[in-house]
């Protein structure tokens, strides 16, 4: 089974608050190497943007409102990860949000027995420290330079490398030029797709094995 590292980013922090998602990233893996494949769109969430969210991910209210809004994608974004494991840090958030949205358009939600919580994970391996994506990627010695806003394109690529880390394996450096083109589409509108594959020993594979297969993943919900 392929693996999608998925993120998103939204309006605040609460759906039932009428917060809504106005981007998703999804960057598809074979034994956690990349595939080329990605998704990632900007959403128009017909609403307008806190300040406090413009601030975090710099989407103006403006800016979204030329995009495309969820009802658009959705059978998209439902058939690139349908059958996949979803890796997702702080699962709950983003589940939260796309089985709201699912929920008003009366599909299916998103199963949870798909769904490894890579903060979950991270809680489990460093209990009672921070183990957000930043403080993970500082204590993994991954590059976070180019963070200065969040991106859920750009999470997707650190959420892998901090992945392979927590399964105790050591991460090859990744060249993340390509996630600045597609960053970049953002305001050039430019499709560029992840080009660098990374190549994953047989230790990080079989490590990887061995978790989907671990009684962790029940702790998770």
Do not use: W
């Not at 939600?109 to 990627?137: M, Y």
């Not at 204590?139 to 992945?163: G, M, P, T």
């Amino acid at each position: 089974m392929n693996e999608i590292f998925l993120d998103t980013e939204t309006t605040g922090l609460s759906f039932r608050d009428n917060h809504k998602i106005v981007e998703i990233a999804c960057i598809e893996t074979k034994d956690l190497i990349p595939t080329n494949k990605i998704f990632h769109k900007l959403i128009n969430p017909k609403r307008n943007m806190p300040e406090e969210a413009f601030k975090i991910h710099g989407f103006s209210e403006e800016f979204l409102s030329n995009q495309p809004t969820f009802d658009q994608i959705v059978e998209e974004f439902l058939n690139f990860i349908k059958g996949k494991k979803l890796i997702i840090h702080n699962a709950n958030f983003d589940l939260s949000f796309l089985n709201g949205e699912l929920g008003l358009l009366k599909k299916k939600s998103i199963d949870k027995t798909l769904v490894i919580d890579s903060l979950e994970v991270a809680r489990n391996k460093f209990p009672g420290i921070s183990n957000s994506l930043d403080s993970l990627c500082k204590r993994f010695n991954i590059d976070i330079s180019r963070r200065v806003k969040h991106n859920a394109l750009l999470d997707c690529e650190l959420l892998r490398e901090v992945y392979i880390n927590l399964l105790d394996v050591k991460e090859p450096k990744l060249n993340l030029s390509s996630v600045d083109q597609e960053v970049a589409r953002c305001t050039n509108k430019e499709k560029i797709y992840n080009k660098n594959i990374l190549k994953v020993s047989e230790v990080e594979l079989k490590k990887h094995k061995e978790f989907l297969k671990s009684d962790l993943k029940k702790n998770f919900y």
